[in-house]
């Protein structure tokens, strides 16, 4: 069977089973339009969907998905902002409550952040720049924590990026403003597809947790604590925790 048609039949057993056993719900969200109240930006990676993740149903969730997970800085230049445009869209056009950056394990995205040398990397027109927008986290594990090896030093780049794509979101004028008025927060999460763990963001603690552990897995970036967020310290102590291997973070071993 090729791919294509077991695609076609997949949307068939879909048609016939959950469409059919939801149609009221797609009927509403078709007649009422969407209003979801969280915003996850997620990865491309085919193993990582936030949808099976969270078991939500349609109009719960709106995602918006790269290579990486990456949030790029606040910068209206008239180009194309693919993800800048999702993000704002869902903000101020529906005013989505929560704002979860979702990074994952064995990303894809980071492995090319981290291999400069990568002939075949080299060749690509559009991998590079766009993974290079998390320079800033690869760079402060390299520096901050040379002894990792390289197991390890992926794991803590994708950690690192979550937290600077979180930065990052911060720094657009309308999410500020609705961070700062209390009602938009900003969550750092990661999952972990080799032990089906996710982990929390914790920014009292500069650490991700797994929920399980976490003291308040739903601890987020608020006016509170939104000024952290906005300087190197809070990434610098997220390395130190790398560093000293906190429960639930990358040890020099390599042990995940």
Not at 207 to 236: C, H, K, W
Request: net charge negative; charged share 25%.
């Amino acid at each position: 069977m090729s791919v294509l048609k077991r695609l076609i039949e997949g949307f068939v057993d879909f048609r016939a089973g959950y469409w059919r056993d939801n149609r009221p719900l797609f009927e509403r969200l078709a007649r009422e339009g969407q209003q979801p109240k969280v915003l996850i930006v997620a990865c491309v990676d085919s193993r990582v969907d936030p949808g099976i993740l969270t078991s939500t149903q349609p109009g719960d969730v709106f995602t918006i998905r790269n290579v990486g997970a990456i949030v790029p800085p606040y910068g209206p230049d008239g180009r194309y902002h693919g993800t800048s445009a999702a993000l704002e869209f869902g903000v101020r056009a529906l005013g989505v409550e929560q704002i979860v950056v979702l990074g994952h394990a064995l990303c894809g995205g980071m492995r090319a952040l981290l291999a400069e040398h990568d002939t075949q990397l080299a060749q690509f027109e559009f991998l590079k720049p766009w993974t290079e927008i998390m320079r800033r986290a690869a760079d402060a594990v390299r520096l901050g924590a040379p002894e990792l090896d390289a197991v390890a030093t992926q794991k803590a780049v994708e950690q690192a990026a979550v937290v600077v794509s979180m930065g990052n979101v911060l720094s657009f004028p309308w999410v500020r403003e609705k961070v700062e008025a209390g009602t938009l927060a900003i969550h750092g999460w990661y999952f972990d597809l080799r032990t089906g763990e996710l982990s929390a963001f914790d920014p009292e603690e500069a650490r991700f947790a797994p929920f399980v552990a976490a003291s308040d897995p739903e601890r987020p970036i608020t006016s509170g604590n939104a000024q952290q967020l906005d300087t190197d310290r809070l990434l610098a102590r997220l390395i130190d925790n790398f560093r000293i291997g906190k429960p639930g973070l990358t040890t020099a071993s390599g042990t995940l």
